[in-house]
């Protein structure tokens, strides 16, 4: 992971990129939130209160959401890792708008997700763009 570090510290980055240290604090507080409204989720789904479509970008969000760091960080590949937080951005608002007619407090308690993955998308595209 070291390795991982110092790549990662090597690469140029916007004025505005936020402290490396600031990106745990955040995702703890994510993950939190992700954790009770997608296990919410997954229930209603297995109950059939909800269809499978509503599930479906919940499960698509985790897949590409755990994809991030072993595209960004073990393959060190710049552009996976945009085309990947990109499908985390799309997924995450199709989720939102899914579920929002079943359980509005799970679309809502996504905002906080929402700007933060949309300030990473951009935040990742730039750096893929200024490391080409």
């Known amino acids: 992971m070291n390795n991982s570090y110092n790549w990662y510290s090597t690469l140029i980055k916007p004025l505005w990129s936020p402290p490396s240290w600031l990106f745990g604090p955040v995702w703890t507080f994510l993950y939190i939130l992700i954790v009770i409204s ?30 991030f760091t072993p595209l960004q ?6 552009l996976l890792a945009a085309i990947d937080i990109l499908l985390v951005l799309g997924t995450l608002i199709w989720l939102m708008v899914a579920i929002y007619p079943h359980a509005k ?5 996504q905002i906080p997700y929402l700007l933060w993955v949309s300030f990473a998308t951009v935040l990742q595209l730039t750096i893929t763009y200024l490391n080409r």
């Open 38 to 67: 997608f296990v919410k989720v997954f229930i209603m789904g297995w109950k059939k209160e909800i269809a499978f479509l509503v599930v479906l970008p919940f499960i698509l969000n985790l897949i590409f959401n755990f994809a």
């Open 73 to 78: 960080f073990g393959l060190k590949n710049n």
């Open 105 to 109: 407090w799970i679309a809502y308690i």
